[in-house]
């Protein structure tokens, strides 16, 4: 599926700019194996990289003027890079007008000819904003020679998503498609930006189940959990009477004991992400010893957490949990990604993924959401150049 989008794109940019590209790069979506709203708090995360993929076919032009055709939505647009404003009306653009902006501060940025497409479904909470987005920084880094570290990548698209999206998104969904490799989750030191490979263990695979919902809250609602664990960290800092940074800072044991001292709501979203760290690492080790059955309670936990303290699941993630819960070959469940709809995952024994999926989405529609659907996810590999 991946080669046929690729020659596709090619054909694509060939029909729309009358030459070939000069390029071609690829990003991957993912899911969050576990590790959520952990991010921007500076904990842990343990994503995976899918075998999705974005591709960006692009060529210089010179000049002041930018072309950009959207395989997926059928669309072709033209800015110039000194106007590079935010648009509401042609949002994918912003992503595009955003790599331009920022790389053109570290070398010579021309007009430039894209062509983009995607197998990563949209909206549906794996990530393809950052496989977007990463891809489009490696095309024109390579395009124009700007040297960046492998670091700087991720870093770059957190801040078009910061600055130029207005999504207040942590470092996680860049770094993974940046970095991923095949057949491992990367637990991720938000912190210190160290990394780690994890290997999946033998016989279990990845159900994505796609909810195929997407709430308008999500964004407002992602700002404002964002807000409110700095508020918690704010209040902790003086109640526990030492510096407190991050929620890092804080241990599990330090939080049950000033429950009643702080306010609650920020007390739950506290807890939520001092638990949530732990669980990170524990489900690390589980997959290092193979001990699927503790990574699967882990994944369930967190989906609790994430429903109760945290506030972000939605009937449809909670049916698909529940649903799989029920069954045998089901290690684990869980929303993965920011939560108001998008996806939730599984965590199942590879001699049974094609009939559960089958059960799984079968069940769900049978629960009125109709517009769900199930997939076996593969592992994939983190943004490369496909072809120079
Ligand atoms: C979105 C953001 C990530 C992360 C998750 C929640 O995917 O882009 O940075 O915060 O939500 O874990």
Redesign the pocket.
Known sequence: MEGDIKKDLIKLYREEFGRIPDIVTSAPGRI?LI??????NQGY?LPVAIDRRTFTAAGKRGGELFIAFSKELGKKTSFEILQGKFEHTNFWVNYIKGACNLLSAQGKIEGTNFAIGSTVPRGS?L?S??AYVVSIIEAVAHLYGVDLKDIEIPVLA?RI?NEFIG?Q?????PFVAKFAREGSAILIDTKTLEYRYIPIPEGCSILVCVTGVKRAIATTE?NKR?QECQEAVACLSSILKKEVTSLRDVSIDELRNVEREMDHVLHLRALHVVTENDRVVKTSAALLNGDKEFVGDMMLESHMSLCSNFQ?SGPELNAYVDIAESLDGVYGSRM????FGGSAICLVDSKAEDELAKKIEREYKSRGYENGCVFIARTGSGSRVERN
């Open positions: 969050n590790g959520e709203h952990t991010d921007y995360v909470g990530s904003s950052a957190q998503e999504v998104s942590g470092i996680m969904d992602y964002r972000v993965t990604g920011a939560g």
